[in-house]
Structure formats: structure tokens, C-alpha cells
């Protein structure tokens, strides 16, 4: 079982900047990617990033790529979001999710953390 806590998030203004990071615990290996997810008020959850965990090769949704960069820090258990040039859109609560080897679903999920982007 693994456990995941966000922390990063708040209030910031359009064109600004946050940074969001996720920290693991708990199984620490067989791990084939690390995401992010997010959900606006009375909308679906979407895909926003993720990251083999392996290689490093990060996929992004269209509608951050350019913007907002996936990283991890294999030492420290953790993966980061970086999100520049935030628009009043990109407001959600953002989920970190954490996907095994041989398994084709993000299974672990963290408790969410804020983000609002005012105009």
C-alpha cells in the first residue's frame, strides 16, 4: 500500500506561478509512474501529467503542455508539478496518484490540494 500527500497548493493570480510536490510512503518499489490529476468545481477528473518513474519520460494533457512541467526526485520519494503562466481555468483540486508495474491504472490516489487561480 502506498500513501500520498500533496501540499503545495493556493491562491495565485493569472500568469503567476506554483509549485505542487507529492511525497510517497509505504511501497517503495515495482513502481511504473507517478501523475497528476485534477477536478474543477462540478466536472470530471482529468489527466494533467505523468512520469515514468523508471526514465523519466513525462506525458502532459494538451491543454498544460508548455506550461506545467512533471518531475521526480527518485531519493526523496516524491514527485513534482511545476505550473507556470496559471489562468483562471487551471483552478481544481489537484490529485496526486501513484501507478504500479503490471498494472494499467493510476490505483493510489492522495487527498487533494487547492489550487485557484484568480483573474
Known amino acids: 500500500q502506498v500513501q500520498l500527500v500533496e501540499s503545495g497548493g493556493g491562491l495565485v493570480q493569472a500568469g503567476g506561478s506554483l509549485r505542487l510536490s507529492c511525497a510517497a510512503s509505504?511501497?517503495?518499489?515495482?513502481?511504473?509512474?507517478m501523475g497528476w490529476f485534477r477536478q474543477a468545481p462540478g466536472k470530471g477528473r482529468e489527466f494533467v501529467a505523468a512520469?515514468?518513474?523508471?526514465?523519466?519520460?513525462?506525458t502532459y494533457a494538451d491543454s498544460v503542455k508548455g506550461r506545467f512541467t512533471i518531475s521526480r526526485d527518485s531519493a526523496k520519494n516524491t514527485v513534482y508539478l511545476q505550473m507556470n503562466s496559471l489562468k483562471p481555468e487551471d483552478t481544481a483540486v489537484y490529485y496526486c496518484a501513484e501507478r504500479p508495474e503490471g498494472i494499467a491504472y493510476f490505483g493510489s490516489w492522495g487527498q487533494g490540494t487547492q489550487v485557484t487561480v484568480s483573474s
Open positions: 512520469i515514468n518513474w523508471n526514465n523519466g519520460v513525462a
Open positions: 509505504g511501497r517503495t518499489f515495482s513502481r511504473n509512474a
